[in-house]
């Protein structure tokens, strides 16, 4: 059965930093792209950034170019977004997403976990 499972968020103040997690099991991770998602109140899902299956590309989304970090180790089946300088915008539920490499159907998300940025 895949799982997908964020931690590391919670309630800061602007300029802080987080780290979330995210914890795969059930698949083969290191044939997955993985990546980030974030959904704010009354907004649509958004992208963050995606890191391929190597680890040797990442991609990130405007607004947090620069402040966010996509990095995974395929030896723990985890993958990480270190978030910098936080901005109140940042405020949203968090998702970890696992895409197939060589099957885009196989796509799999977290429950997500919150991240909250006071001003």
């Known amino acids: 059965q895949v799982h997908l499972v964020e931690s590391g968020g919670g309630l800061v103040q602007a300029g802080d930093s987080l780290r979330l997690s995210c914890v795969a099991s059930?698949?083969?991770?290191?044939?997955?792209?993985m990546g980030w998602f974030r959904q704010a109140p009354e907004k649509e899902r958004e992208f963050v950034a995606t890191?391929?299956?190597?680890?040797?590309?990442?991609f990130y989304a405007d607004s947090v170019k620069g402040r966010f970090t996509i990095s995974r180790d395929n030896a723990k089946n985890t993958v990480y977004l270190q978030m910098n300088s936080l901005k109140p915008e940042d405020t949203a539920v968090y998702y970890c997403?696992?895409?197939?490499?060589?099957?885009?159907?196989?796509?799999?998300w977290g429950q997500g976990t919150q991240v909250t940025v006071s001003s």
């Open positions: 890191i391929t299956w190597s680890g040797d590309y990442t």
């Open positions: 997403n696992a895409i197939n490499e060589h099957d885009k159907t196989l796509d799999y």
């Open positions: 059930g698949f083969a991770f290191s044939n997955y792209t």
